[in-house]
């Protein structure tokens, strides 16, 4: 098991990973209402309010996962968020994944979050393995992915329906030994 109770503050050139605040609900809501993170997260654009607001509410109290805001330096505001989470004690791994709102995309904002967590997690939880899942038509995320050292694993075929067709999930995995190798 890992412990993750200790929520960090992550400074990068761009972004800064932080706990979530009260006052990022606002940004949460738009990101989560936001079409493009529907559609590619495989997610609905019905929730509740409620449950949203308590869900990151809670987060800061969590001691198996790490979910951050991710806030533009220059704009002052929440623009996503990064999160590990799902620990495989066999394969002493975790899940990533990140969101980006319009504000935040296309700036290299998801890119350095996703280098900033990967470090972190490879530095300080010393995890073997990271993975995700990302959907075939999300090929900027993918690109970004394998930018960052991700490598495919195996693929999910018609695993989300959309619009009436069929899209396959990628697995993608960054071992700590590739990740070494890359940071030197």
Not at 2 to 7: H, P, Q, T, W
Not at 45 to 60: A, G, K, V
Not at 148 to 167: A, K, M, P, Q, T
Request: charged fraction near 30%; charge should be negative.
């Amino acid at each position: 098991m890992v412990y993750l109770g200790e929520k960090p503050l992550i400074v990068g050139q761009k972004v800064i990973l932080r706990a979530f605040k009260e006052q990022d609900l606002s940004y949460i809501e738009e990101c989560l209402q936001d079409t493009e993170i529907i559609k590619l997260t495989g997610s609905s654009s019905d929730f509740n309010l409620e449950s949203i607001h308590h869900w990151y509410n809670t987060r800061n109290e969590q001691t198996d996962r790490l979910d951050l805001a991710i806030v533009d330096q220059l704009q002052g505001i929440l623009v996503g968020e990064v999160v590990v989470n799902l620990y495989d004690e066999k394969y002493h791994s975790m899940n990533f994944r990140i969101l980006i709102e319009p504000r935040g995309r296309n700036k290299g904002l998801g890119t350095e979050a996703t280098q900033l967590m990967i470090d972190y997690v490879f530095k300080k939880i010393k995890l073997d393995q990271l993975t995700l899942s990302v959907y075939d038509f999300n090929p900027r995320a993918k690109h970004v992915y394998e930018k960052v050292g991700f490598v495919v694993d195996s693929r999910d075929e018609n695993d989300l329906e959309y619009e009436g067709e069929w899209i396959d999930s990628i697995n993608m995995k960054l071992t700590r030994e590739e990740w070494m190798k890359k940071s030197i």
